[in-house]
């Protein structure tokens, strides 16, 4: 069971190239999330997903998009990638509610 | 708006006690959680209490909360080499985890 799995796990951009995060997880779960994740601030949530066929907004979801691609996948893309994107990108699930099943992340280095 | 709170790191020998602090601000019924982050790993959950209880036991972590004062604790006996992470206090309804707040994490460090 591979749970919830990301790639890439490293990338490094130029500063208005984009690029698309990849996450899928096998646990048949409903919902999904995206989080950011910087030095000294936690875990800030980007965008989510709580069925198939619907997506939110959270807490800091400017200068991203994402797609609920199917029950499995749920991707995240930067359309113009700045350097105050560089950071660490988590995707999560869940079936019911608060347990999270977190991938293992995507190191992005935007330069 | 509200916010947890954690000092960011921790050190600790080897074979003591490790005690985790967290402060949070919500007033509301909820849950919290406690999340380990090994290097170069996503959060895996630990354990987690309801804010209606005082105290949980699971082997060797006990997490105590003060529901007066905002206060969680996590507490890690017989501290070994591989508890050394990060270790993330979290709180929100268990219904809606988008509604999870993060605190910014608390780094364990083992000294021998």
């Known amino acids: 069971n591979a749970g919830v799995t990301q790639t890439p796990k490293f990338q490094v951009l130029k500063t208005g190239q984009s690029m698309t995060l990849q996450c899928a997880q096998d646990?048949?779960?409903?919902?999904m999330y995206w989080y950011r994740q910087d030095p000294g601030m936690g875990l800030r949530l980007i965008y989510y997903s709580a069925s198939e066929g619907t997506t939110d907004k959270g807490e800091v979801p400017n200068g991203y998009n994402v797609s609920r691609l199917n029950k499995r996948e749920f991707s995240l893309r930067l359309e113009s990638a700045a350097p105050s994107q560089t950071s660490v990108y988590f995707c999560a699930s869940t079936a019911l509610g608060g347990e999270q099943y977190f991938g293992p992340g995507t190191r992005l280095t935007v330069t | 708006g509200e916010d947890v709170e954690q000092s960011l790191f921790l050190s600790v020998r080897e074979g003591d006690s490790s005690v985790i602090n967290c402060t949070y601000t919500d007033s509301s019924s909820t849950y919290l959680y406690w999340y380990k982050q090994e290097p170069g790993a996503g959060l895996q959950l630990l354990t987690y209490?309801?804010?209606?209880?005082d105290m949980k036991q699971d082997q060797r972590l006990t997490v105590l909360l003060n529901k007066k004062d905002k206060h969680l604790s996590l507490r890690i006996a017989d501290t070994q080499t591989g508890d050394s992470a990060i270790y993330f206090c979290?709180?929100?309804?268990?219904?809606?985890?988008?509604?999870?707040?993060f605190g910014s994490g608390t780094r364990l460090s083992i000294r021998p």
């Open positions: 646990m048949n779960h409903n919902s």
């Open positions: 209490i309801f804010s209606n209880m």
């Open positions: 979290a709180e929100g309804p268990y219904s809606s985890a988008s509604k999870i707040i």
